[in-house]
């Protein structure tokens, strides 16, 4: 009598099964990427300018380096992959023609887009045979079965195909009018261009394009003749800084950015000082070296004799529940009710109340006002709420952290970080805070925000700035990335589509 053959459990093959497709992914996946790092890169002219295109892994968008000037990049659609755009060297003979032809200038927009569109669709072309070959020579060298080219070139087109579906899908032209930029701040105002442009002729990318080719064949090939494009619509630009904690870094900062984005007045919503005392005080009469007005209000951390020694400033304008017509645009002001420069005490988180009922006394001045002021400031954003809906944009600080939001009945809250990096108490954490400040683009006819460039240098004064320019629309309120990747709602939809921009 015999014995019965216990059956045979499937999952060993499964297993030999699985294990042999993952190697063949793996393997298809790492030639293709290693095959597209090293030879998919294409070279191409863009204007006056020799430009080197390639792919590199990241999470989508593109980025524009301009050696040694800086970067610009743009969050223009999603997926595994961003587009670099070198600029490796200028072209003299072309960028001469440029400056010396009024009629080459004028049509660089279409011909650097007709640049651009072949060398990007070349690039693909070159980097789906590049990264075909390299996944099938990978497989073919490590399996050496006959079979395994094949499958790899399957694997590897199926990935691509899936990569430029959710490229196509994702597809964002308005990003391309709201650069990030990475860099030297005395150059961020060249690189990212000029949105009065943008204001003049309601075309984001090609005015952004025109602006980005003739600012930097500017800087790099110094001639004077080129002529910088300028828009029929001028802006009104409002420096917004906040809690500098009296650090030597954030005025210099304060100063560099009112200089190079040319600013017609500075907008501060308090705690200049830190603790509001006599030996701080005789430091910030420096205020009154800065050649624009400057408008004030008190924060928790600034004594009534620090707000005093302001006011005694020539270009100084101290707001206590009053209002001030600035570069033209009407602001109005409340300090906070609260003086609390020692944190230990708990007094700072006991005041709602108080900041409540500041608030509601600024709305209840506004409305004795002929006139809508366009903006308010407030130190603490706890005394926005009762201005909500009252004006349509309103400033705060205290608390270190930048956030821009939407409130219920359609004001525009904007809070600012600390422009100081928090001062000393910033380097009570691990890392330095940065140090952070909005330049405003309002009209100068209706006082209406239009754009905004969020810029902020790292902690302790480091030298590398990020500008984060936001354009203000009415069609797609949606949410906008911040200079820190974080979301922020872009305003009230309201707000009109044109930006504005500081001249270049």
């Known amino acids: 009598m015999s014995t019965p053959t216990p059956p045979t459990s499937p999952w060993p093959g499964r297993a030999r099964t699985t294990g042999r497709w993952a190697v063949r992914i793996a393997l298809a996946l790492g030639g293709a990427l290693v095959a597209v790092l090293l030879f998919a890169r294409v ?8 430009a080197t295109l390639s792919f590199h892994p990241a999470s989508g968008g593109a980025e524009l380096a301009v050696p040694p000037l800086g970067s610009l990049a743009v969050d223009a659609y999603d997926g595994p992959l961003r587009l670099d755009v070198s600029l490796e060297s200028v072209d003299q003979e072309r960028a001469r023609a440029l400056a010396t032809d009024p009629v080459r200038l004028a049509g660089v927009v279409d011909r650097v887009t007709e640049n651009l569109q072949s060398a990007v669709v070349r690039l693909i072309w070159v980097t789906v045979l590049v990264a075909l070959a390299g ?4 497989s073919w060298a490590v399996l050496r079965g006959r079979r395994e080219p094949l499958i790899a070139l399957g694997i590897t087109t199926a990935v691509l195909a899936g990569t430029g579906a959710v490229g196509a899908a994702t597809w964002r032209p308005e990003a391309l009018s709201q650069p990030t930029y990475t860099g030297l701040l005395v150059n961020a105002n060249s690189l990212i261009g000029s949105a009065e442009d943008i204001v003049a002729r309601f075309d984001a990318y090609r005015a952004s ?39 030597p870094a954030g005025f210099d900062l304060v100063r560099q950015v009112a ?26 009469t420096s205020v009154g070296d800065l050649d ?21 400033q020539p270009n100084v304008t101290v707001l ?14 409340a300090p906070d009710p609260r003086f609390t420069p020692d944190k230990s005490t708990g007094d700072d988180d006991a005041g709602a109340d108080v900041l409540q009922t500041s608030g509601e006394e600024l709305a209840e001045f506004v409305g004795t006002l002929p006139q809508t002021p366009a903006i308010a400031l407030v130190h603490d954003p706890k005394q926005a709420a009762p201005l909500d809906g009252i004006v349509p944009l309103v400033l705060a600080g205290h608390t270190h952290e930048r956030e821009v939001e939407a409130l219920e009945d359609g004001t525009l809250l904007m809070v600012q970080g600390s422009t100081g990096g928090a001062g000393l108490r910033g380097l009570e954490g691990e890392y330095p805070e940065p140090l952070t400040c909005t330049v405003l683009y309002v009209d100068p006819e209706t006082g209406t925000l239009q754009a905004y460039d969020e810029i902020t240098l790292g902690g302790l004064g480091a030298t590398e700035v990020t500008v984060q320019r936001v354009l203000m629309t009415s069609e797609d309120p949606g ?8 979301e922020v709602e872009p305003g009230p939809a309201g707000a009109p589509v044109p930006p504005a921009s500081p001249p270049d």
């Open 135 to 138: 996944a099938a020579l990978t």
């Open 292 to 312: 624009v007005p400057y408008v004030y209000i008190r924060g928790n951390h600034d004594s009534a004799t620090t707000a005093a020694i302001l006011a005694q």
């Open 209 to 247: 394009l025109e602006d980005l080719v003739a600012n930097v064949g500017t800087l790099y090939a110094t001639l004077s003749a080129l002529p910088t494009p300028t828009g029929a619509v001028d802006s009104v630009a409002l420096l917004h800084i906040s809690d500098i904690h009296l650090n």
């Open 259 to 284: 200089e190079k984005f040319d600013v017609d007045a500075i907008l501060d919503t308090g705690d200049l000082t830190d603790w509001g005392s006599e030996p701080e005080n005789r430091l910030i």
């Open 320 to 333: 206590d529940d009053s209002a001030v017509t600035v570069a033209g645009i009407d602001v109005v002001g």
């Open 479 to 486: 949410t906008d990335t911040g200079a820190d990747g974080a």
């Open 43 to 50: 070279s191409a002219p863009l204007g006056p300018f020799d």
